[in-house]
């Protein structure tokens, strides 16, 4: 188990005209995370009276321009930059994001004028197409006086139901073109039937036809005229995009660059709108590793020899009299494992952070998550393919995985574990037959392997409680380290009960009965009175809070339900080997499945085989890790794991943490 590292509350005292420079230099050393403070005026009011506040706001609005442009010219956002950044000033940002809208804008807009101009002209292509045979000049339809003129598409099953609808009037329709289910067609008839005439029309569907009036002659005429605006147009175009090509070229790395440095401007201003403002001077207060300080503080002097420094270390162990309990919790909190177990330190960030002064669980961790998967999942061919899978991740090669690139070190592991499981079970992608197990097969030996795991359990569990006499150790506190349902107490009864429990089923154990129940009494009665012990040793008053009569009810209640928490806590391991059975027993099905489909053991017979496995590395595989990452959560961690702890995050003017 490793402990945080130890950190120190340091408040600098920083004139005004350094702020800045010194702030940077803070940003840059990567160490300092930012202690939230109380200003001296209320909120609403500071955000009124501080100009940071303003230049955060003016920030904010550029940086929103910024991406706009780049979004209208497809420009990403790129890398951040390696090299410092220091501040711009808001007037300079100004200036610089109005020049490239302007030039943005200009070329965008020139380029959507054309672009919407050639969708216009290809529609009047595509509405004078059905007619191009038509001999007849276009302005000679348009102006008929006496002669009603439909020009559309009608579907094909739709024609004989507008002449029946017409049989009535006079009419003449013609086909001028008819596809597989469209047809075009000229509907004639007399001015004066016009409005039955369209509503015929609109009933059978008939689409209407409009020729564009700037247009004139035949409708082949036309489209020749439209043809060669629609060229010229699609050259005007690719005129537009190679200027905009250009300007991209001209302009990426300086929006690219403009964007980071407004950015890290944006987090320096509220930063500095953050600090306590003391007439002439500016307090900031963080939080630093201890190992740090000096180099900040050498950093600090190069900019500024005015900057009055003051230090606070805060021991892990630190004795509760001496620092604020208020304080200490606010510590943040920084975990440094090994690269070989570092990928589980996700697991245990994803369900909190330890409280300043706990014990990392990550550790233990990485040793108890592979080998829980692994009993589970034992199988020799799923566990190197699981492994495979992990190294690819973990390598980054393939692009499509990166984003399960903090997966790949537990997936690394799982298939460690699970094929050395495998071996143990004697199974290969489900084959028994090509291996003798070294230890026992899940399903020939269900009781033995329900056994193995309630035994694994009692050992995580019993692990979670000594990781909880740890803590309250570190912390001094002593009551609770010695009287905790979770601690040394919890821990003396729960084996004291497991050892008369061993010794009623017949297996000899070096301890006598006796005092097994002894062990058992004296733990229980510490668990029962609990409260007040730990209130009596940590001189806390009331020892009692409301009537004796209560206590004792409640006293006794709570007893009870830690006894029945050991047990369903200890028997909830038994699901690792339901588990382990359960993957012998879907192995076996996709044999059985392959047999029905192919019992001469053609193609069909192993296809089925590597469907069937493929189907419990996915899916069995996913549902084995859910099942462990609960025993983990709510079995082990809930023994001595809050997660309530914060965690420390150092001031950076970059996303990314670097500078």
């Known amino acids: 188990m490793f402990q945080p590292q130890t950190m120190s509350k340091v408040n600098l005292i920083v004139p005004e005209h350094d702020v800045v420079a010194v702030t940077e230099v803070l940003a840059a ?26 230049r955060a706001t003016t920030f904010t609005a550029l940086e929103q321009r910024i991406l706009a442009v780049m979004k209208a010219l497809e420009i990403n956002e790129g890398s951040p930059p390696s090299q410092i950044l220091h501040l711009i000033s808001p007037e300079v ?82 086909t001028l073109r008819q596809q597989e289910h469209l047809a075009t067609v000229i509907l004639f008839g007399m001015q004066r039937d016009a409005e039955i005439l369209n509503r015929a029309a609109r009933s059978a569907y008939l689409n209407p ?73 500016y307090l900031a207060t963080g939080w630093v590793p201890t190992a740090d300080i000096q180099v900040l503080k050498q950093k600090i002097a190069r900019v500024s020899e005015k900057v009055t420094i003051e230090t606070t270390e805060f021991p892990q162990m630190a004795p509760r009299e001496k620092i604020d309990e208020e304080e200490f919790s606010q510590v943040p909190v ?34 108890s998550f592979p080998l829980i998967f692994g009993l589970m999942f034992g199988d020799v061919g799923h566990g190197l393919f699981l492994a495979l899978l992990g190294l690819i991740i973990t390598s980054g090669k393939i692009k499509s995985l990166k984003a399960l690139s903090s997966l790949g070190g537990i997936i690394l592991g799982c298939g460690i574990f699970s094929a050395v499981f495998g071996i143990l079970y004697g199974s290969v992608f ?44 570190l912390a001094k506190r002593w009551g609770l380290m010695l009287f905790n349902h979770n601690s040394l107490a919890g821990l003396i009864f729960y084996w004291s ?55 004792l009810m409640q006293a006794l209640f709570e007893l009870f339900e830690t006894l029945i928490g050991f047990l369903s806590n200890t028997l909830s391991y038994v699901r690792m080997g339901a588990f382990a059975v359960a993957h012998g027993a879907i192995s076996m099905v996709v044999f059985i499945m392959a047999e029905i489909i ?52 150092p001031l950076t003017l970059l996303p990314n943490g670097e500078n």
């Open 334 to 367: 920084t975990l440094k494992n090994p690269p070989l177990i570092r990928a589980f330190q996700g697991l245990v960030t994803n369900y909190g952070y330890p409280k300043y002064g706990e014990l990392d669980p990550t550790p233990v961790l990485a040793m």
């Open 29 to 54: 050393s990567n160490v300092f995370h930012v202690a939230q403070t109380e200003p001296f005026v209320s909120e609403s009011s500071q955000h009124h009276t501080n100009p940071w506040y303003e």
């Open 430 to 473: 489900g084959f028994e037959t090509l291996l003798q197990p070294l230890w026992l097969r899940p399903l020939e030996d269900i009781t033995d392997i329900l056994l193995v795991t309630v035994g694994i359990g009692t050992v995580v569990l019993s692990i979670g409680m000594l990781c909880n006499t740890v803590n309250a150790f």
């Open 497 to 551: 009960l497991i050892g008369i429990a061993v010794k009623a089923f017949g297996v000899a154990i070096p301890l006598n009965t006796w005092i097994l129940a002894i062990l058992a009494l004296v733990s229980g009665l510490g668990l029962t009175f609990s409260e007040l012990l730990e209130h009596l040793l940590d001189g806390e008053k009331p020892l009692i809070e409301g009537s004796t009569s209560t206590y």
């Open 93 to 174: 940002a100004q200036m610089e994001v109005e020049h490239l809208e302007e030039e943005s804008d200009a070329a965008l807009q020139e380029l959507e004028a054309a672009q919407h101009k050639l969708a216009q002209l290809r529609r009047y292509h595509s509405q004078l197409e059905p007619i191009a045979d038509l001999d007849v000049d276009l302005d000679d339809l348009r102006n008929m006086q006496y002669t009603f003129v439909l020009l559309g598409t009608i579907p094909v099953t739709n024609i004989e139901r507008l002449k029946n609808s017409l049989e009535h009037i006079p009419f003449v329709l013609v």
């Open 598 to 649: 192919s019992p001469t053991h053609s193609i069909g017979y192993w296809l089925t085989i590597v469907l069937g496995n493929l189907f419990i590395i996915g899916f069995e595989g996913m549902i084995v890790g859910i099942q462990t990452l609960r025993l983990e959560y709510y079995e082990f961690f809930s023994k001595f794991f809050s997660g309530s702890g914060k965690r420390y995050k």
């Open 209 to 281: 036809l409009n020729p564009p009036e700037m247009y004139r002659g035949t409708p082949a005429a036309a489209i020749e005229a439209l043809k060669a605006g629609i060229t010229r147009t699609q050259q005007h175009i690719d005129e537009s995009q190679a200027n905009i090509k250009q300007l991209l070229k001209l302009h990426i790395r300086h929006l690219r660059h403009l964007l980071w440095r407004v950015r890290a401007s944006r987090t320096l201003v509220e930063t500095i709108a953050g600090y306590e403002h003391l007439r002439y001077t």
